[in-house]
């Protein structure tokens, strides 16, 4: 299974960003995927998470600022990040999972940069 992220950068405060990741290889049926990150020195959290049937749940951190979707027929999931902090600075790791609950916990993707800095 190969997950393929993309969509980091570098991005002035209260700006936005979209964090794409692609899933491939799986051959199950991806039910939950989901965004964490982690930051220097810190434990990895988790962001956002999404079922295949729509529901999802946040970081109560990124609650009204972040969205997360999902295009099944492309197994891919999506984050938009807008009003970005600088405490949202991080590596973002997508997840995809076969289980039938959040948070997924299963394959990880390689993980893409997010600097939020004026």
């Known amino acids: 299974v190969q997950l393929q992220a993309s969509g980091g950068g570098l991005v002035q405060p209260g700006g936005s960003l979209r964090l794409s990741c692609a899933v491939s290889g799986s051959g199950f049926s991806i039910n939950a995927m989901g965004w964490y990150r982690q930051a220097p020195g810190k434990q990895r959290e988790f962001v956002a998470g999404i079922m295949s049937g729509g529901m999802t749940n946040y970081a109560d951190s990124v609650k009204g600022r972040f969205t997360i979707s999902r295009d099944n027929a492309k197994n891919t999931v999506y984050l938009q990040m807008n009003s970005l902090k600088p405490e949202d600075t991080a590596v973002y790791y997508c997840?995809?999972?076969?289980?039938?609950?959040?948070?997924?916990?299963?394959?990880w993707g390689q993980g893409t940069q997010v600097t939020v800095s004026s």
């Open positions: 997840n995809a999972d076969r289980i039938r609950h959040l948070p997924p916990s299963g394959y």
